[in-house]
């Protein structure tokens, strides 16, 4: 019997019995689906990961921290048990860091917090001062702001409190066109406030001193992050700015005190010299990384790499694809269990039909591959099928997630690759063949006399 007469009556046998049929390769298809979606899900988490890790600088990226400076604490993929700097990152270990062998570049961090005024608003920001920028223009005594593209939802109405969260409007302010009052000084501003009497009992005239020491900085931002307040992207709540221009302005305003954030001395005066939150250090080449963090830490720094974080994400997005997957395959198990329940009634009903074949010459592996490929084809059929409505899902996911924002992550949290698909179908054709093999095996030993004699 050729491959053609084969073909045909498996597609015979299988449309004479339609809803059988159709019921079966139902399972199969809804075994796909869960399997494919579950496993996408993951996938699209690893290649989010993937795309912050490069907005992030990329495996050749190393963050450098020392003494705590400033509101952030820097440790992206350190362990727990690393020792704590106490050396403080200042322009003399920025440049005795920009010596290191392969080090291409080192770029210094400063981070703190500040409040943003405007009109009946105020809001909060973290303000993360890197070098560079349009970016703000450098070398000038007026602070220039690049907000992202969230900050607009941390404004709230001084009288009642309420946000964007709050209340479902956004507030009245253009964050590219407006001026805006920048607080660098928030302890300041809080005692202007609530008035003099906040001083101490020992010095009540401290906060009046205080008070008249706070400025109100008018800014403009020379840009803002692309992207609508509902869409999350790295440095959604931040705000940045040219890190020599602010370090001018910080000095001026906090002449005789201590700059916010920045270390002092056991007597507690502030040392002379500014230390930044963190350094970020580019390598000529990913290979080279581990070998300049050991320099870096033997320095006395603390050191960190993404490749340290991509490795301990890795480790947790294989237990999620696990799990998930696994939970597919429980469905696809179950549509196995149909089709070897289908193909054993076909069996049953075509136990006559066997025995006559088997009289006129039909070899049994001629029946074996009949059965086995009528299983086949459900496993084809229900696996193409269940990639199309795989696909119809996985684009509603990402519609009703805003494409990964209300997940707070960038990039569809559902994605399905080529790959994916091909090996989708081949195991669900793997499948149904697998569960018609013991059917088909059964066919094989009938004896064609008792088969033929069976009503």
Aim: with cysteine; charged share 20%.
């Amino acid at each position: 019997m050729s491959w053609m007469d084969l073909l045909r009556m498996s597609s015979s046998n299988l449309r004479r019995r339609k809803l059988r049929t159709f019921l079966t390769v139902l399972g199969v298809m809804i075994g796909t689906t869960s399997i494919v979606v579950m496993i996408s899900l993951g996938l699209g988490l690893q290649a989010s990961m993937y795309e912050e890790l490069e907005m992030m600088g990329g495996l050749n990226t190393i963050s450098v921290t020392g003494a705590d400076a400033g509101d952030s604490m820097v440790y992206y993929g350190s362990s727990s048990d690393e020792e704590k700097s106490d050396k403080r990152l200042t322009d003399a270990a920025i440049h005795e860091l920009a010596k290191l062998e392969h080090v291409t570049s080192v770029e210094p961090k400063y981070t703190m917090s500040v409040m943003l005024l405007k009109g009946g608003y105020e809001g909060w920001a973290q303000l993360e001062l890197a070098d560079g920028g349009r970016l703000p223009v450098t070398g000038t005594s007026t602070l220039e702001l690049v907000y992202g593209n969230g900050i607009i939802t941390n404004f709230n109405e001084k009288g009642t409190g309420k946000g964007y969260y709050e209340t479902g409007e956004l507030p009245d302010i253009d964050m590219q066109k407006d001026t805006i009052f920048l607080i660098l000084d928030q302890e300041g501003y809080y005692a202007a406030q609530q008035g003099p009497s906040i001083g101490t009992a020992d010095n009540p005239e401290q906060s009046e001193q205080t008070v008249k020491k706070v400025e109100k900085h008018a800014v403009r931002a020379s840009g803002v992050v692309a992207g609508d307040p509902d869409t999350y992207k790295n440095g959604y709540y931040n705000v940045y700015c040219d890190l020599e221009t602010l370090k001018q302005v910080l000095k001026k305003e906090f002449s005789g005190r201590t700059i916010p954030g920045q270390p002092t001395t056991s007597s507690g005066k502030p040392y002379k010299d500014f230390s930044y939150s963190s350094a970020q250090i580019k390598v000529e080449d990913a290979d080279l990384v581990e070998q300049v963090v050991a320099d870096i830490r033997a320095a006395g720094y603390n050191a960190s790499t993404n490749a340290e974080l991509l490795e301990s994400a890795k480790k947790q997005l294989a237990m999620i694809q696990a799990v998930l997957g696994g939970i597919g395959a429980v469905s696809l198990l179950v549509a196995a269990i149909g089709i070897a329940n289908t193909m054993m009634m076909s069996i049953y009903e075509r136990t006559k039909e066997i025995g006559v074949i088997k009289v006129l010459g039909c070899s049994l592996r001629n029946i074996k591959q009949m059965f086995l490929m009528e299983a086949a084809f459900i496993g084809l059929i229900g696996g193409f099928t269940g990639m199309i409505l795989s696909f119809m899902l996985s684009g509603l996911i990402n519609i009703l997630t805003g494409h990964g924002a209300a997940m707070g992550i960038e990039g569809n949290i559902s994605y399905i690759p080529m790959w994916l698909v091909l090996a989708a179908m081949g195991f669900a054709m793997l499948v149904g063949t697998l569960a018609g093999y013991f059917p088909a095996l059964r066919a094989m030993r009938l004896s064609p006399l008792a088969a033929i004699k069976t009503e």
